[in-house]
């Protein structure tokens, strides 16, 4: 990459790109975002897509617009969409990660955390989720790359702080998305996941034909985190909605 190439990047993806386990060497950043899925591994080393209907949803525009304005509306009635923010525990001028990051929301939130001189990253995997996250908030402090969360792009320890909300019931492979989360978490950095539970609304999603949905039962996510070596495991279920925080030793 040119010296030329790298200064004309947005500050967040010029920052990003230092946490890359593989900068590429043109990065491609014509949408706002830094994309890594333009130029797909061999079919073989992909990870595995979700084909489902809702996961389709969130790739569409439409689907997008809707989840972005019914997210904003969740986050201010229901306390289970609220964020651990402070929890997190983000230090002033630290890096934190927003895994599936959807229309952009959290990852702002967690840059207000973070201040300034911090960074928050989101990654996500659909064109049109990022496409609203670009234009709601990207900023200096605040950038958003294309990325299959069962493969996350970062070097290893990068980050202070990693959430994901309501993604992992999307993802083929979500015990490797959480081992993702912990190899790219800093020693003594925190991580707050939020999924759905196998509730009456679980019930409901499981019978759309090739929905495409995961649903968690109430020990999943916490035995997953114990057995990837997290402590402080604590899970709590509000409705057919768990959190699940913990620490990395
Ligand atoms: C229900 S939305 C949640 C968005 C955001 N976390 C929020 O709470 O507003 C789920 C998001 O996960 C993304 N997603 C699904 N599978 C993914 C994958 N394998 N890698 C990265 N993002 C993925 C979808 O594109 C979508 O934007």
Redesign the pocket.
């Known amino acids: 990459m040119t010296d030329q190439l790298h200064t004309d990047l947005p500050r967040a993806l010029r920052r990003a790109l230092d946490l890359l386990a593989y900068p590429p060497d043109h990065p491609d950043v014509s949408l706002g975002y830094l994309d890594l899925l333009g130029h797909l591994p061999a079919a073989d080393l992909a990870?595995e897509k979700?084909t489902g209907a809702i996961?389709a949803a969130?790739?569409s525009g439409l689907g997008?617009m809707l989840?972005d304005n019914a997210?904003a509306l969740a986050r201010k009635v229901v306390s289970a969409w609220q964020l651990p923010i402070e929890w997190l525990s983000i230090p002033a001028g630290g890096v934190a990660l927003?895994?599936?990051?959807?229309?952009g929301?959290?990852t702002a939130a967690l840059a207000r955390a973070a201040g300034a001189e911090g960074l928050a990253l989101g990654?996500?995997?659909?064109e049109p989720?990022l496409a609203r996250a670009v234009s709601a908030a990207a900023a200096d402090n605040v950038g958003f790359l294309r990325?299959?969360?069962?493969q996350l792009p970062f070097r290893n320890e990068m980050f202070d702080a990693v959430i994901?909300?309501?993604?992992l019931q999307?993802?083929p492979n979500p015990t490797t998305?959480v081992a993702e989360i912990v190899r790219v978490l800093k020693p003594g950095g925190r991580v707050a996941i939020m999924v759905p539970t196998a509730g009456l609304g679980g019930q409901l999603l499981r019978r759309l034909p090739n929905g495409g949905v995961n649903f968690f039962s109430e020990d999943d996510l916490g035995d997953t985190f114990e057995e990837l070596g997290l402590v402080g495991v604590r899970a709590k279920t509000l409705g057919n909605i768990q959190w699940v925080r913990a620490r990395k030793p």
């Open positions: 990870p979700n996961q969130w790739a997008s989840y997210q927003d895994v599936g990051s959807g229309p929301n959290v990654v996500d995997i659909s989720m990325a299959d969360a069962q994901s909300l309501a993604v999307l993802i998305t």
